[in-house]
């Protein structure tokens, strides 16, 4: 995974371990618009589609990818919907726990800073 590539084993080990196993059956939603977001989310299995306010979809993220990290690193408003397409599983990693991490492993939060910018820049851009 991209998020974590310039990880240590330590840190891979650490971030496995804070990891939470979710399950979400299809059209089952995962993330609304306007929660305060405390958490990212890892696709194990699946496809999850994210939903703009106007009903457009805008992404379908499949295994491997992730989404949610903004609210790892700074307070915020989930600004999509996110809604299971088939059965998924997700790992869920908290924000609690991320910033457990950090402080051992500040690499993990220069990675998640590096793609959520260029995130909100190509949300910009479209």
């Not at 618009?33 to 299995?45: F, K, L, Q, S, T």
């Amino acid at each position: 995974l991209a998020l974590f590539k310039d990880c240590s084993q330590q840190c891979l080990k650490e971030l496995a371990g804070a990891m939470k196993q979710m399950y979400f059956g299809p059209g089952q939603t995962v993330i609304n618009i306007g929660e305060v977001g405390e958490e990212m989310y890892i696709i194990g299995h699946g496809i999850v589609e994210v939903i703009l306010k106007d009903g457009s979809q805008v992404a379908t993220l499949h295994e491997g990818q992730f989404f949610g990290e903004a609210a790892l690193i700074r307070e915020t408003m989930r600004n999509a919907n996110v809604r299971a397409q088939n059965y998924c599983d997700l790992y869920k990693l908290d924000k609690s726990s991320f910033l457990d991490i950090v402080k051992k492993h500040p690499e993990v939060l220069e990675n998640i800073e590096r793609v959520s910018m260029k995130r909100t820049g190509d949300r910009r851009k479209s």
